[in-house]
């Protein structure tokens, strides 16, 4: 793994000046291996992670569990690709176990987001069925905690 | 009464720690960016702090055996054995410990009769010295110097040998130069210390944070020196867990029985949830220790270049947590540094002479600091050196 990598993972804002530094190259090698990262299709894109509370009191999130009849060829990735699609649909995974497809939607009611689902997702060929299950609050987002514990208490100087 | 006369000799003798003189000046100033601390500034990983509620939950609350828990002690062998290659007796050959500062006591008090001598490379821990002095012995100080990355070179180690000599005490990775050995020297410290019938305290709390791809090797390994080592390791850098105080000694048998007869009287048992909470950080801690290796890989990159950049010349060390850089181009002491850049700057590093007269000359830079404060940290310096560099 290029090691980039995790610096641009931990804050994807870290300056080519920093990034050289701490991974000891020079910057034109950053420059050149993070052109490369995203190239390759390693780095598939560049996010920033919000508290959804604080941006926007109109946003509804819910995850859908959703079961697939699969077809003869292509199995569920001809429908899952389909659902992927649709603006509406943040994240989509196929999943093992009760059901095939966590499909994570976001919109900025309630009503919008069971619109979708009842007249989009669910009258899909090959949809079964769907359980709809709406996010009431976060705890931590990718990653990162919305309530951070603070840093540990330490003395101003130790040996 | 006069109480200060009965404070004993040698305990009146033991100069006053360069750093907590220091420590009362930062406390006493704000928004210091502190580069000075000895201690990750990680969080104890949730999955050792959890084990430790729920060994209060349990009620482990009584005390364990003097040894420590018997568990933890096999916990302790196999790790030994699978990261170290040295291989102890569970039963008789591992004392559990208040941290590493006990077990060198203890090894110490163990070992010394009232004037042998303890040889120790300098630059080193604080309380490499003093603690000799309580025990006792004579502390003699082996150099180690910047051309040599701070490496103990065996030739220099020869040169301080006399016929007292008894122990050698080594801390690799080294606070506060983060230096390492190579097996090749350690080959030849080895054969010195068979030769002159030396014990050998490896301090080896560093050796998770060894960067570059550099592996640890620890001395206890090589061959004939099991007999004559006491290994010595703990929790606190690698895990995070500072506060929890446990660390542990590996020995042969009668030391290891010696060294017990004073933790039974003095201490009794490290900390029951403590331990538990070790038990946890060795079975399941592993990852979390590679995260924070990484993170301080970074950190130890950023900070050797913006040293070497603001023209204090700084070796890239391959282990712990602190980088050693000269000052000297500057004109000031290590004093004078540490106090103009407190002052004008506030940002706190540690002046070299607090471990030992042969760090004049050089400051240690602690990176158990967020990336974004050595960031800052490096800026202020940089400003710092420019604006006082004597012509």
Not at chain 1, 101 to 118: D, Y
Not at chain 2, 41 to 55: L, Q, V
Not at chain 2, 138 to 153: K, S
Not at chain 2, 200 to 225: C, K, N, Q, R, W
């Amino acid at each position: 793994m290029d090691k980039i990598l995790p610096l641009l993972r931990a804050n994807a804002r870290t300056s080519v000046t920093d990034l050289a530094k701490s991974a000891n190259l020079t910057e034109a090698e950053v420059i050149a291996r993070i052109a490369k990262l995203e190239a390759d299709g390693v780095v598939l894109g560049y996010h920033t992670v919000v508290d959804p509370k604080k941006v926007s009191k109109e946003q509804v999130s819910a995850v859908i569990e959703v079961k697939l009849t699969p077809e003869r060829e292509g199995g569920f990735d001809k429908t899952a690709e389909r659902i992927s699609r649709f603006p509406e649909v943040q994240s989509c995974y196929l999943m093992s176990g009760g059901y095939d497809l966590l499909v994570v939607v976001e919109g900025t009611t309630l009503h919008e987001v069971a619109g979708f689902v009842s007249e989009k997702l669910s009258t899909l060929k090959g949809v079964i069925s769907t359980a709809t299950h709406f996010r009431l609050k976060t705890y931590k987002e990718n990653g990162i905690e919305l309530n951070k514990e603070a840093g540990p208490q330490r003395l101003a100087v130790a040996p | 009464m006069t109480l200060s006369k009965h404070i004993a000799n040698h305990i009146r003798d033991i100069p006053r720690s360069g750093i907590r003189d220091f420590f009362e000046i930062v406390q006493s100033m704000k928004d210091v960016i502190s580069l000075g601390i000895g201690e990750p500034d990680f969080h104890t990983p949730w999955r050792i702090r959890e084990a430790a509620i729920y060994s209060l939950e349990r009620g482990h609350t009584g005390y364990t055996s003097n040894l420590g828990l018997p568990r933890l002690r096999e916990c302790i062998t196999e790790y030994v054995a699978k990261h170290f290659a040295v291989q102890y007796d569970p039963k008789t050959e591992v004392i559990v410990t208040v941290g590493v500062s006990e077990a060198i006591d203890l090894a110490l008090r163990a070992l010394l009769n009232p004037g042998d001598e303890v040889l120790y490379h300098e630059p080193c821990y604080v309380s490499y010295s003093p603690s000799v002095v309580m025990a006792h012995g004579i502390p003699i100080a082996v150099p180690t110097h910047a051309a040599d990355n701070f490496r103990m070179t065996a030739e220099e180690l020869a040169r301080h040998i006399t016929p007292k000599s008894k122990v050698l005490m080594m801390n690799f990775p080294c606070n506060p130069t983060g230096a390492t050995q190579t097996r090749e020297e350690l080959e030849k410290i080895a054969k010195l210390c068979v030769e002159h019938d030396l014990v050998v305290l490896t301090d080896e709390i560093y050796s998770e944070l060894t960067y570059d791809g550099a592996s640890h090797f620890s001395i206890a390994a090589l061959p004939g020196m099991r007999e004559r080592c006491v290994f010595l390791h703990g929790f606190s850098k690698a895990f995070a867990m500072t506060g929890f105080r446990i660390g542990y000694a590996c020995a042969p048998a009668p030391l290891t029985e010696a060294m017990m007869k004073v933790h039974q009287y003095a201490i009794l048992c490290a900390n029951t949830m403590a331990q538990d909470a070790a038990i946890e950080a060795l079975e399941s801690g592993e990852n979390d220790v590679q995260m924070m290796r990484k993170e301080y890989e970074a950190r130890r990159n950023f900070i050797v270049r913006s040293l070497n950049d603001m023209g204090l010349p700084c070796f890239k060390p391959h282990g712990a947590f602190y980088v050693f850089p000269e000052i000297r181009s500057t004109g000031m002491t290590s004093r004078e540094f540490s106090l103009g850049l407190l002052e004008q700057k506030q940002v706190a590093c540690v002046p070299g002479p607090a471990f030992g007269p042969s760090g004049e000359g050089h400051i240690r830079c602690s990176y158990a600091t967020s990336l974004d404060k050595i960031k800052i940290a490096m800026e202020r310096m940089a400003e710092f050196v420019a604006e006082n560099r004597r012509k």
